[in-house]
DNA sequence: ACGTTATAATAACATTTGTTTTGTTTTTTG
DNA sequence: CAAAAAACAAAACAAATGTTATTATAACGT
């Protein structure tokens, strides 16, 4: 019951953050992106993490039509115990701990890892990655646009996805910026953006141009509600936060190689025939290494 | 971190369970069995909820060793957090698996892309990881050999890395074979291959060249058996095995984080500090994107 | 049985939390 | 540009939550 609501409160809050004044909108992207957080914080620390005064939140709690703050609260904590309660599939990890020293540092590393991989397969519902992949297989052409860490992961979605599509394109090429490349798009085409907060400007510029040119937006990001202004057309989310200093991309990895496996999926036997011939190839090249 | 916290908890009261008198008796088992509404709950909802007065919960967080109830109480809170972003992408899988059809084919992929990441963590030593750790640091120059799929995972591992390693070098660039950059290695330096059955024939050729010349060789591949002919110094190993038609190298992706991760932690200081002081760079060269 | 100690409930207290009020700033409208 | 309306933060207030003190009860040893 409270995870019906929840997800229809966030689904409201996303439909009409673009109407709301800068405090509430502030608010409403902090709830999309963080509603375990949101659910189990005090109105003071949710106010403070976001950067606004309490009653900002009371007034967006009755701006929903809810009576008190309480009543828009409730729904978010019961889908946290109505989380908690199915399997422990991380339990190794909890063994490891246990163990102290070393073991100890490979948990706390393990669960970081681990959490990001899950949350990204969790949160991402399959008929968006269906989507997707429908997007990508109908599209004359797909542009890969990343730049700095998420440039590694373009790469290698164009290094598999080439066998299957012989449309893909990465973006930053010939010592090119993204949007250059971008300028040839129409609508027919296909933009598949990978980028977390905060964003970098050469890959907003590309999208902001794939939209001007009417290609649609598929979008890789850590935020929901910060995004929305590209107006994509899928957005696929993925936590990027460790414990560390810098940012986990694993997340938006499995999420790359989840869209893959449905890409080869949809495309059919002749795709999976190219693939073979792939193989066939490189093993007759002598590129493989015989023992 | 809290989900270790918490069955650390819970185990000690199971524990400890027969040695409580009465009232504190019946808040173990009550929290043992109902860690998510303990969690939740406030002290006097738990108080009636289990028939004792609420001191005699905070006593049981004296006993315990707590300072106050907060910190009893802290550890469950912070796993409801955590299980509702990463605990329970099993009972979401065998949703999708339930339904049957196409559905089922996707549940099957997540569920090889989370295994590969499981396995990669589990079967990997910490000391494996340390090991490798402290030989990139102290190598004069570490040489980053893969091509094809993995060359993406070493590009990534570039550009992470390289901020806290001045001495990073990729083995195939200028359109160079990876052997080519290879013949400058001496026994200082360290050579890290990424390949997986079957071995990229470069790639091995590189691994060889290094061996000769007297370089340390980290391995990460998805057998260690098959590797050993290389006579690698460290094999960091993941499957990369999939029901599809192409391989998978997210467990890979996992281990380099956390390789990446120990690094940064036994970097120190000075490291850090470097990390730092890049994204203040990034951010004054306007290379972010302001919304 | 008696006194002692441990255990527990009640109630008083202090802190935190949610709500409402007030005044100021920002935005909108004429 | 000025008036009105909306949005907001700060602070006052009330309710809840956590903590401590007091008193009563149960368990234990001599």
Redesign the interface.
């Known amino acids: 019951m409270g995870q019906i609501h929840k997800s229809r409160i966030i689904e409201q809050l996303t439909g009409e953050l673009a109407t709301y004044p800068k405090s509430l909108r502030r608010i409403a992207m902090y709830v999309i992106d963080n509603?375990?957080?949101f659910?189990?914080d005090s109105i003071r620390d949710s106010a403070s993490l976001i950067g606004v005064s309490t009653n900002s939140l009371v007034r967006l709690a009755k701006k929903l039509g809810f009576e008190t703050y309480h009543q828009f609260r409730a729904p978010f904590?019961e889908?946290?115990?109505a989380?908690?309660?199915?399997?422990?599939?991380?339990q190794?990890?909890?063994e490891l701990?246990?163990r102290g020293g070393?073991?100890r540092?490979?948990?706390?590393?393990?669960?970081?890892?681990?959490?990001?991989?899950?949350?990204a397969?969790?949160q991402t519902d399959?008929d968006s990655?269906?989507l997707a992949a429908d997007c990508i297989l109908e599209a004359k052409k797909v542009f890969l646009v990343a730049t700095?860490?998420p440039?590694?992961?373009v790469?290698?979605f164009y290094?598999?996805g080439r066998?299957a599509l012989p449309n893909l394109v990465i973006a930053p090429r010939h010592a090119n910026a993204p949007v250059d490349e971008i300028l040839t798009a129409d609508e027919n085409d296909v933009v598949l953006a990978i980028s977390s907060m905060?964003?970098?400007?050469?890959?907003?510029d590309a999208c902001e141009m794939a939209r001007k040119k009417g290609a649609k937006l598929i979008l890789m990001s850590d935020s929901a509600a910060?995004s929305l202004?590209l107006t994509p057309y899928i957005t696929l989310v993925s936590?990027v936060s460790?414990p560390?200093?810098?940012e986990?991309?694993?997340g938006f990895?499995?999420l790359l190689?989840?869209l893959?496996?449905?890409l080869?999926?949809r495309g059919g036997e002749d795709v999976?025939q190219r693939?073979?011939m792939f193989n066939d190839l490189r093993?007759d090249a002598?590129?493989?290494?015989k023992?």
Chains 1, 2 share one sequence.
């Open positions: 509603p375990a957080e659910g189990m904590r889908a946290l115990t989380s908690a309660s199915s399997g422990d599939a991380g190794w990890i909890g701990y246990e070393k073991e540092a490979r948990a706390d590393a393990a669960t970081s890892v681990m959490g990001n991989v899950t949350d397969l969790r399959a990655i269906a700095r860490g440039y590694a992961l790469h290698y290094h598999v066998i905060p964003y970098s400007r050469e890959t907003i910060n202004p936590p460790t560390h200093y810098f986990s991309y694993v990895f499995a190689e989840w893959l496996t449905v080869v999926e999976q693939i073979q093993s002598n590129l493989y290494w023992m």
